[in-house]
């Protein structure tokens, strides 16, 4: 695609049907319209919902796939249809690990009517600890109504061009001319879209803008890191994208300050997405607030302390997730490797539970000579007081012992000792401990194979691979 697309700047806002849903944009918008009633539920009649499917997921893992069969009966759940949440946490948690051991014995044996084709992908992970994931029809129908649904409550205009940056294989949507399709997607089926466009990310910010002025789009959808630097890009250079309205986020953690670089450098709001290729959507940025909502509908989602137990509003624990529609390789309390601050209840009326934010991941923590970790909570604000010390491209900070802190820096210029300094004094003051603090300048940060990025790594004691967050 070479030639400049045409403008999207309708001024009605107005959502259009098209003339004749298919037949899975009906069944869409039905899913969209129970979705509308249950989230104006109260947070007890949702988890007596969820409660329901629960019984009905296990009830049938119980009876065809065999790696519960096994586990239930050790377990002595006598009545999996009606488990009680009591008996729920007596289940042990799977994790990546588990799933590669238990291999096909996760698989049912046997589907009931209506759950259509099974198909399989494969999650990487970020130190490859690839697992298979069965999916069905239905939990892939599932899937893409939530798309709808974040659409609808952000109230995005069908209309506009969408373009996404991801990262891709070689060669693939590559620069100068990305690739482009006539439609956003699945929701097409419900609602005439505009076209989307998309760009592989492994090439510079300066071409990323150069292909970003050319598309011009309405909606644009990357990696947060990498929104950070397009947006720091063309504040630097003074470029403004007329038509964006409004940027999207996924497969990271999403700092504050990308919020604030695109609000300054496009005038624009970030909408993030909690999601994994193997388990779906997990939660949505609520479009009154900054927080998430979980897809309570779809998903039972648990906030784990350290002993197991649930977390209340303001405490951080280990996220936990069932996905409740995925018949073909049920995925009991899959603990997904992500830790998470419970929310309270969301002014917007919405009664899904609430995440106050995604804090990352166990190799995100730094661990103290006596052993204790700690989240380094960079997300928690003052990044931009380290970022005003030099001329800071990308950083990236790497615990590499218990000793010492390595501090990977892309600048534009040599840093000098004063600056240097500060730096030094900044790590130790953040991390609370007087770590050495040691500097390697590189031309680029390199992110993970599956294309994240990571701002803290913890290279001492690695615990077993969790799951990287948020393949989509
Ligand atoms: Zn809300």
């Given at each position: 695609m070479?030639?400049?697309?045409?403008?999207?700047?309708?001024?009605?806002?107005k959502?259009?049907?098209?003339?004749?849903?298919?037949?899975?944009g009906r069944a869409?918008?039905?899913?969209?319209?129970q979705?509308?009633?249950i989230?104006?539920?109260s947070?007890e009649?949702?988890?007596a919902?969820?409660?329901?499917?629960?019984?009905?997921?296990?009830?049938?893992?119980?009876?065809?796939?065999?790696?519960?069969q096994?586990?239930?009966?050790?377990?002595?759940?006598a009545d999996?249809?009606?488990?009680t949440?009591?008996?729920?946490r007596?289940?042990p948690l799977l994790?990546?690990q588990?799933i590669?051991a238990?291999?096909?014995n996760?698989?049912?044996?046997s589907?009931p009517?209506?759950?259509g084709?099974?198909?399989?992908?494969?999650?990487?992970g970020?130190t490859g600890?690839?697992?298979?994931v069965?999916?069905?029809?239905?939990s892939?129908?599932?899937?893409?109504?939530?798309?709808?649904?974040?659409h609808?409550w952000?109230?995005?205009?069908?209309?506009?061009t969408?373009?996404?940056?991801?990262n891709?294989?070689?060669?693939?949507d590559?620069?100068?001319?990305?690739?482009?399709?006539r439609?956003?997607?699945?929701?097409?089926n419900?609602?005439?879209t505009?076209?989307?466009?998309s760009?592989?990310?492994?090439?510079?910010?300066?071409e990323?803008?150069?292909?970003?002025?050319?598309?011009n789009?309405?909606?644009?959808?990357t990696?947060?890191t990498n929104m950070y630097?397009l947006a720091n890009y063309?504040?630097?250079?003074?470029i403004?994208?007329?038509?964006?309205?409004?940027?999207?986020?996924?497969s990271e953690?999403l700092?504050?300050?990308?919020?604030?670089a695109c609000?300054?450098?496009?005038?624009?709001?970030v909408?993030?997405?909690?999601?994994?290729?193997?388990?779906?959507?997990?939660?949505?940025?609520?479009?009154?607030?900054?927080?998430?909502?979980?897809?309570?509908?779809?998903?039972y989602?648990?906030v784990?302390?350290?002993?197991?137990?649930?977390?209340?509003?303001?405490?951080?624990?280990r996220?936990?997730?069932?996905p409740?529609?995925?018949?073909?390789?049920?995925?009991?309390?899959?603990?997904?490797?992500?830790?998470?601050e419970?929310?309270?209840?969301?002014?917007?009326?919405r009664g899904?539970?609430?995440?106050?934010r995604i804090?990352g991941?166990v190799?995100?923590?730094?661990?103290?000579?006596?052993?204790?970790?700690r989240?380094?909570?960079?997300?928690?604000?003052?990044?931009e007081?380290?970022?005003a010390?030099?001329?800071?491209?990308?950083?990236?900070?790497?615990?590499?012992?218990?000793?010492i802190i390595?501090v990977?820096?892309?600048?534009d210029?040599?840093l000098?000792?004063?600056?240097?300094?500060?730096?030094r004094d900044?790590?130790?003051a953040?991390?609370d401990h007087?770590?050495?603090?040691?500097?390697?300048?590189?031309?680029?940060?390199?992110?993970?194979?599956?294309?994240?990025?990571?701002?803290?790594?913890?290279?001492?004691?690695?615990?077993?691979?969790?799951l990287?967050?948020?393949?989509?």
């Open positions: 070479t030639k400049k697309l045409p403008d999207h700047q309708p001024s009605n806002q959502k259009k049907v098209s003339a004749v849903p298919t037949a899975k869409m918008l039905s899913i969209i319209h979705y509308g009633i989230e104006k539920w947070p009649k949702i988890l919902g969820q409660f329901q499917k629960i019984g009905k997921l296990l009830a049938h893992a119980s009876k065809t796939v065999p790696y519960f096994a586990l239930l009966e050790e377990h002595a759940i999996p249809a009606n488990v949440p009591d008996e729920w007596t289940l994790d990546r588990g590669q238990a291999g096909t996760l698989h049912s044996t589907l009517p209506g759950h084709r099974i198909t399989a992908i494969h999650t990487s970020t600890r690839p697992v298979r069965l999916r069905t029809e239905l892939n129908l599932y899937w893409c109504a939530t798309t709808l649904r974040d609808l952000h109230r995005r205009n069908f209309r506009g969408l373009a996404v940056m991801r891709a294989e070689k060669g693939k590559a620069y100068p001319d990305g690739s482009k399709s439609s956003w997607g699945a929701s097409s419900v609602f005439k505009g076209p989307a466009v760009l592989n990310l492994n090439c510079t910010p300066a990323q803008v150069d292909w970003l002025r050319r598309v789009p309405t909606y644009l959808m990696h947060p630097r063309c504040l630097d250079n003074g403004r994208l007329e038509s964006l309205k409004q940027t999207m986020t996924l953690m700092r504050p300050e990308v919020r604030d609000q300054a450098a496009w005038r624009v709001g909408s993030d997405i909690y999601s994994g290729r193997d388990v779906g959507y997990v939660a949505l940025q609520c479009p009154e607030h900054d927080h998430y909502h979980v897809q309570a509908e779809g998903l989602l648990e784990l302390d350290e002993d197991g137990n649930p977390c209340q509003p303001g405490e951080i624990g996220v936990v997730v069932t409740l529609d995925n018949f073909a390789m049920p995925l009991i309390r899959y603990d997904i490797g992500d830790f998470a419970v929310g309270g209840p969301c002014p917007c009326g899904l539970l609430v995440l106050k804090v991941r190799q995100d923590m730094v661990i103290l000579p006596g052993g204790e970790r989240w380094t909570l960079l997300s928690a604000g003052n990044i007081s380290f970022l010390i030099g001329p800071i491209r990308q950083y990236q900070f790497v615990q590499k012992d218990l000793q390595e990977r820096l892309v600048v210029r040599d000098t000792s004063p600056e240097k300094d500060a730096i900044w790590v130790t953040r991390l007087p770590f050495s603090v040691t500097f390697v300048f590189v031309d680029d940060i390199e992110r993970t194979s599956s294309g994240k990025y990571r701002d803290f790594i913890s290279e001492v004691d690695a615990p077993p691979e969790p990287s967050r948020s393949e989509v």
